[in-house]
């Protein structure tokens, strides 16, 4: 089915325990769409860019399937730009730099070709540009899936609880669930939240896993122990593309499935964080992300006979 993507398609200068990465591509909306590109044949995107952003860039997104239609090319401004440090535990990071540049006054058209998806995905923007992506389309899409961070948190609160309200799953990590509801436990957070209006809430705990929420159920998939985890940066978002294109490419939206989606996710995260920026990402094949996959089955199966 087809899944419309927006966010951020940016500059990003990275620093971790391991090094120091300078302007490598990055964005929100990069990373989803790479990572969905491996389950749907179509990933459009929604995004802007200014005219620093190299046009081979956006070639490479084209041989990966991704529909670059709906990406604006700014003449003379700059592009999104993010610069990020990670502590040594790598599961947490400061913002050094956000440079919104094109994002400032960012007005998402969409292109009449996009109309008809069924499923979209809502990266980590402005949340008033994300809720004019909803407003404009004709047909609400059968799912719509939102991530957001704390920087929106701090900045437009009021218009991201407006834009949660009419979303069908929340995707945030444990510390925005603290910070967007309140609470300290994760379990209140979830409640709090998912009265706000999503019927199903993610909430990612780094290297520690992530936790699908629904109803009174709740489903935890673990992160791979990786050996090597080079640079986080984009964990969360091609989480968001492998689980959303999973649901794309199978239609299905039931919990069970979104189960198994959350397990896609997890995959493409884990890919994600052992390199830098989004270069993990760029040569995949199905047989590396099933392989992994197993990883992840393998990890979790135990036989108990209870009496
Ligand atoms: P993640 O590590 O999944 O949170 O995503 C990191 C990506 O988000 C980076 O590539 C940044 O360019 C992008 N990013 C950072 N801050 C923002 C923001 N305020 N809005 C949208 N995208 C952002």
Known sequence: MSLLSIGTVAFDT??????????????????IALAASYFTPKVNIVAVVGDDFPEEKIQVMNQHGINTEGLQIKEGEKSFFWAGKYHMDLNSRDTLTTELNVLADFDPIIPESYQDCAYLMLGNLTPQVQQTVINRLKKRPKLILMDTMNFWMEVAMDDLKATIKMVDVLSINDEEARQLSGEHSIVKAAKVIMEMGPKFLIIKKGEHGALLFHKGEVFFAPALPLEDVFDPTGAGDSFAGGFIGYLAKTNDISFESMKRAVIYGSAMASFCVEKFGPEALMNLTQAKIENRVQEFIDLVQFEIVLD
């Open 14 to 31: 990275i620093e971790t325990p391991f090094g120091k990465a300078e302007r490598v591509i990055g964005g929100s909306c990069s990373y």
